[in-house]
């Protein structure tokens, strides 16, 4: 398209050379004898120039399907939704954790080793400087489960099985005394447990819930 048929209307007053950035002398000086380039039209070319880009993708990456995606969307609601089968009871975490967590958090879950790895049991937040546990802390027992099955053991994330998961946080529900010795931990009976720290929770902006 030629910057002849492109700008026309008004007679020029001189300031659309300007605007126009052409360098060719043969285009200005028609541009001066037939009006402005009118702003309209360069919006129009701006817009049919995104118009072509999103006809043309850059052609990077591959598209992306719905099982790829399901693989990493793996959130736990408080309300249990998308908590997957799969149950364990305190006695079989507690073989999970001795083989797969101790080196780390410690023997039970207290006294942990490894630099950044917290105690997982015990405690009271009585003052600010009060050591925090999935114990004393953590408002939903969803939130245990969906925490070690996305990232732990540290070394090792996603490797353990989804029996494994339940196992190991029905035995840390059970070391912190909110869950009895034999409660079997699956997607039914984890959103039931409460754990003792969950009404503690201040909602700065409860207008924006
Ligand atoms: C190689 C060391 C290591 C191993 C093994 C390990 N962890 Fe951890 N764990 C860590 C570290 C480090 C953190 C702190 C991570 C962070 O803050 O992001 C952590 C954090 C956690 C937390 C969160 C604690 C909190 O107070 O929020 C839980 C729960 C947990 N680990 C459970 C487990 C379980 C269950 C296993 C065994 C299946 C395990 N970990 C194995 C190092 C380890």
Same mark, same amino acid.
């Given at each position: 398209m030629s910057m002849h048929s492109a700008c026309s209307g008004e007679v020029g007053t001189g300031s659309p050379i300007r605007t126009c950035a052409d360098h060719n002398y043969e285009s200005m000086a028609r541009l001066r004898s037939n009006g402005t380039c009118s702003r309209a039209f360069l919006l129009a070319l701006v817009f049919a120039a995104a118009g072509a880009a999103r006809a043309e993708p850059p052609g990077l990456g591959t598209p992306v399907s719905e099982a790829e995606v399901a693989a990493w969307d793996i959130s736990i609601m408080p309300d249990g939704s998308g908590l997957p089968p799969g149950r364990g009871t305190p006695a079989e975490g507690k073989l999970v954790y001795a083989q797969?967590?101790? $080196?780390?958090?410690?023997? !039970? +879950?207290? !006294?942990? $080793? $490894?630099?950044g790895a917290g105690p997982l049991v015990g405690g009271k937040i009585d003052r600010i400087e009060a050591v925090k546990t999935i114990g004393n802390f =953590?408002? =939903?027992?969803t939130t245990v489960f969906d925490f070690i099955r996305r990232a732990m053991p540290f070394n090792e994330p996603r490797t353990l099985s989804n029996d494994e998961v339940y196992a190991v946080t029905a035995y840390l529900l059970a070391q912190n005394k @909110? @869950? +009895?010795? !034999?409660d079997a931990m699956y997607a039914q009976s984890l959103p039931k447990v409460k754990m003792p720290n969950r009404d503690n929770f201040i909602i700065r902006f409860p207008d924006r819930i």
């Open positions: 797969k967590c101790s $080196a780390c958090h410690g023997e !039970n +879950g207290v !006294n942990p $080793a $490894a630099p =953590y408002g =939903y027992a @909110i @869950i +009895g010795e !034999n």
